[in-house]
């Protein structure tokens, strides 16, 4: 179903992106509340399926999935300032950033990786990445996902020193 | 019409319609085609000042239903579209996005605003230079706030004009 609302929502890009007149959407119903919630609170930096042309901006298509290798990289995500302290509750939170890391995700996601629930982000969003250095955090964290999960390169090209 | 309207039908028909609707209505939401309809979201009221005078017709008014949130001056103006840059002005790759209410279906609606850039700011009139605020928050709310300048995600950062694309219905 979230696949079946990702393709019709791939198909109204495609026209918001042609260079003709825009017609209504092809598909009148809305896309589910977790990929609606990440449509407005995340989808205009990050891409409104994942992937972004900026630098500026990480991408998370096929990749956001690598950091559930690691306890520590389960836990960046909700605890990343603008995750942690997005308006929306904890059960809304668990939704969005499961539909990120296993729809947006795809095959970077782990075997067997749990999805979040409310209790798990209530935990990590309460303590929310702004006492640490976050690019240098980042950094540290996306080199030994590399190094010793197979991720891919281009999880570290979101890196200010590139 | 109404000669024609009473030509087959009466009162009393009415009535006993009437009648066996309102006798029917307790058990019609427990079909499936009540269930579907009560799950489907009632129709949104203007509830801003925008929603109130927007206008689906002309693309060059600030009051157009899709700049509800558009700040800056229109692509529309500039030799672009509502959702199109004008030629020599790229995209910018990142945006802002809000929701506006179309006044046609009384529908929301997502909308991604991007700008275009690359180009020096358009002339266009100030009647073109809109500040739709809806849903938009403080500059310390970054993410939701609609003064930044999309370009700097872009080659160049020179900010020209902005778009409102058309992404999904929001409800």
Known sequence: ???????????????????????????????????????????GCHGLLGATQSKAVPQLKGLV?????????????????????????????AAVLNYVVFDLGGASVPNGAKPYDAAEVARWRARPLTEVPLTEYRRRLVAGLIARYRAPATLGFYDHRD | MTRTLAGYTSRRGFISRLGMALAAAPVLPLLPV?????????????????????????????????????????????????????????????????TCLNPDDK?????????????????????????GEDRELPVYRS????????????????????TAALVSVAN
């Open chain 2, 34 to 98: 009540g269930r579907s309809a009560a799950a489907e979201p009632a129709p949104a009221s203007p509830s801003t000042d925008f929603e109130r005078y927007a206008q689906t017709k002309d693309d060059t008014q600030c009051n157009y239903w899709k700049y509800c949130a558009s700040d800056g001056v229109l692509c529309s103006c500039c030799g672009g579209g509502s959702h199109t840059c004008p030629p020599g002005a790229e995209p910018s790759p990142i945006s802002w996005i809000g």
């Open chain 2, 143 to 162: 993410p939701l706030n609609n003064d930044i300048i999309w370009c700097f995600g872009n080659a160049s950062a020179t900010y020209h004009c902005s």
């Open chain 1, 65 to 93: 999935g690598f950091y559930l290798n690691t306890p520590e990289g389960r836990g960046y995500l909700p605890r990343l300032p603008n995750v942690a302290f997005a308006a929306l509750n904890d059960q809304e939170l």
């Open chain 2, 107 to 131: 529908r929301s609606y997502i909308i991604a605003y991007r700008d275009c850039c690359g180009k020096p700011a358009c002339t266009a009139g100030k009647e073109c230079w809109c500040d």
């Open chain 1, 1 to 43: 179903m979230r696949r079946m609302a990702a393709l019709a929502l791939s198909l109204v890009l495609g026209y918001a992106n042609s260079g003709s007149a825009e017609p209504a959407p092809a598909e009148p119903t809305a896309p589910p509340r977790a990929q609606r919630d990440y449509l407005l609170a995340c989808g």
